[in-house]
């Protein structure tokens, strides 16, 4: 199965337009401090961060910084930070970004980084060696299509008929399940384990899913396309959008059960991460800049999937597809900017391996 995405818009385009994301890390700030202060550290004062699905890099040096602040008290040699993220990530824009003002290597220049490029469905480093593990935004990208999808008209677990709906979960689980057993594999005993991904809220009827709101007007642009000929429906019906917010029960499911001996559950839950668009608007009220920026947003993280799984199959170029789609985003944005609210939940889990 090819990958889901092949990571983010690059040359700067995704850190330009990832405040969201910023702000989900930033929320998380309390739990982070738990995680440093659960994980065991190896007795000989080393330590090992990774950070997973880290992409070109603003919101991964972040992270990585405040761990490295949290845990320095506690250590005597210098620290390793592993960055991952599919091989097509923008390497060089993390290079750079590392390099630069805000990074911690200038706040702990005897720290060195290394880069994981590999898909976190597996294993991405060596056994047993990771001591805190962090993934911020990332881990509810699928590893690929569902197979045998028809939903000609919808696009993402909010609105998917409910055979459709079955397919896309079971995914959900497998990857979920993945994921967790490539981390038991190469985080240390006592290591602890930090992601943050969107979430859903099991207990409203019906589920509350984040980002439905904005999928829907993705939805609704793409049908456009199919509509206008842009676009064939059967491309189109074979397609969701790859990213899927878990509930805390099926965050938790692989943890309690198949990876319960090797993996211990310290938290699992929601919170709401206000979309930083939305308070721009309600403050300045100005709503060209809501819709550039809501959509920029949307296409750093959304581009580079829709591209292979909607845009290649369309008629002329997928670039020129691109420009379109999303210029009709922006047009509806304008046009009706409480129409497609984000709606975040944020899932928290944190896990610990098992000695
Ligand atoms: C929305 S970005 C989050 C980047 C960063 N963690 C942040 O908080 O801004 C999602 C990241 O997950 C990565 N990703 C998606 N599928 C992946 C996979 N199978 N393996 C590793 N990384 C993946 C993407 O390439 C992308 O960099």
């Not at 603003?58 to 490295?68: H, M």
């Not at 911020?136 to 998917?160: E, K, N, T, V």
């Not at 922006?330 to 709606?343: R, T, W």
């Amino acid at each position: 199965m090819t990958d889901a995405t092949d990571g983010m818009v690059g040359d700067g385009y995704y850190d330009a337009h990832s405040t969201f994301q910023a702000k989900v890390a930033e929320s998380g700030a309390e739990l982070l401090e738990q995680a440093v202060q659960a994980a065991t550290l190896p007795a000989d004062g080393s330590v090992v961060v990774a950070d997973y699905g880290c992409g070109e890099g603003r919101n991964s040096i972040a992270t990585v910084q405040s761990v490295l602040k949290l845990i320095a008290p506690r250590i005597t040699g210098s620290p390793v930070v592993l960055h991952s993220d599919l091989p097509t990530n923008d390497w060089a824009g993390l290079a750079t970004n590392l390099a630069g003002e805000g990074s911690y290597l200038r706040t702990f220049p005897e720290a060195r980084a290394l880069f994981a490029p590999c898909g976190y469905f597996q294993r991405v480093t060596m056994p047993a060696s990771i001591t805190i593990g962090t993934s911020g935004s990332a881990a509810h990208w699928l590893s690929g299509q569902p197979p045998g999808l028809d939903m000609p008209r919808s696009l993402y677990r909010s609105d998917a008929p409910l055979a459709e709906r079955a397919k896309i979960l079971a995914q959900a689980s497998r990857d979920w399940e993945a994921f967790l057993a490539a981390r038991a594999e190469e985080l240390q005993p006592g290591g602890v384990l930090l992601v943050q991904m969107l979430g859903s809220d099991g207990r409203d009827d019906p589920l509350r899913v984040s980002a439905a709101g904005l999928l829907r007007l993705m939805n609704e642009c793409a049908l456009q396309l199919v509509e206008s000929g842009d676009v064939p429906k059967e491309a189109y019906a074979a397609y969701c959008f790859p990213v899927v917010p878990r509930t805390v029960e099926e965050a938790a499911a692989p943890v309690t059960g198949a990876l319960a001996d090797r993996l211990e559950l310290l938290h699992c839950g929601l919170a709401t991460v206000p979309s930083p668009y939305q308070q721009a608007l309600e403050k300045t009220g100005d709503v060209a800049a809501f819709a550039k920026h809501y959509t920029a947003f949307t296409r750093a993280f959304s581009e580079s999937s829709l591209a292979r799984g909607v845009f290649a199959f369309g008629q002329g170029d997928p670039a020129k597809l691109a420009d379109k789609y999303y210029g009709m985003m922006q047009s509806a944005l304008a046009a009706k900017p409480d129409g497609y609210p984000f709606d975040d939940l944020t899932l928290a889990v944190m896990v610990r391996r098992r000695d």
